[in-house]
T-cell receptor
Framework: KNEVEQSPQNLTAQEGEFITINCSYS?????LHWLQQHPGGGIVSLFM???GKKKHGRLIATINIQEKHSSLHITASHPRDSAVYIC??????????FGTGTSLTVIP | KAGVTQTPRYLIKTRGQQVTLSCSPI?????VSWYQQTPGQGLQFLFE???????NKGNFPGRFSGRQFSNSRSEMNVSTLELGDSALYLC?????????????FGPGTRLTVT
């Protein structure tokens, strides 16, 4: 049983398209993280949110606590956005539960 | 400001041996977390240390242990290595800055167990 489910697993988009990656979780969380992992393994923490919405550049993350669902949106996608995006549910006093990741490829 | 550093970057060990991995966090960060990443299981949380105390722990056997020193540097130890321990081991340092949470990952240590 996976505490965190992501969809889609793989996503191919044309440059400029609006992209949405979804994350659903079954545990009671304190916060939800979105991570980006580029080929070669380096991981970057994009957002940590516990309610509402956060925006950074072309990236927007939203969370609905009641529905136990979060989305990561990328506006005006670019080939450099190609990476694996991972959501992680943080259960305070416990641990992180990770999704399996969404592999995004943006084609020029 | 220097990033999170991990040593060594690559390591090959034999089944039954033990290994120690090191992580130096960003200056000023007192929290260090460790993660294991494998193709089959993805990312999994190992443990988190804050001010030399283990604060949270994932679901890994006791063969996996860690510690944190007074300068916030952390080590992770795996004893009696198994083939399934082959993985990328990542550490991350983090800091609450007001209401903002910052987390930075190191480049990882690629461990191969033969």
């Amino acid at each position: 049983k996976n505490e965190v489910e992501q969809s889609p697993q793989n996503l191919t988009a044309q440059e400029g398209e609006f992209i949405t990656i979804n994350c659903s979780y079954s545990v009671g969380i304190s916060a939800l993280h979105w991570l980006q992992q580029h080929p070669g393994g380096g991981i970057v923490s994009l957002f940590m949110l516990s309610s509402g919405k956060k925006k950074h550049g072309r990236l927007i993350a939203t969370i609905n606590i009641q529905e136990k669902h979060s989305s990561l949106h990328i506006t005006a996608s670019h080939p450099r956005d190609s990476a694996v995006y991972i959501c992680a549910a943080w259960v305070a006093g416990n641990q992180f539960y990770f999704g399996t990741g969404t592999s995004l490829t943006v084609i020029p | 400001k220097a990033g999170v550093t991990q040593t060594p970057r690559y390591l090959i060990k034999t089944r039954g041996q033990q290994v120690t991995l090191s992580c130096s966090p960003i200056s000023g960060h007192r929290s260090v977390s460790w993660y294991q990443q494998t193709p089959g299981q993805g990312l999994q949380f190992l443990f988190e240390y804050f001010s030399e105390t283990q604060r949270n722990k994932g679901n890994f056997p006791g063969r996996f242990s860690g510690r944190q020193f007074s300068n916030s540097r952390s080590e992770m130890n795996v004893s009696t290595l198994e083939l399934g321990d082959s993985a990328l081991y990542l550490c991350a340092s983090s800091l609450w800055r007001g209401q903002s949470y910052e987390q930075y990952f190191g480049p990882g240590t690629r461990l191969t167990v033969t």
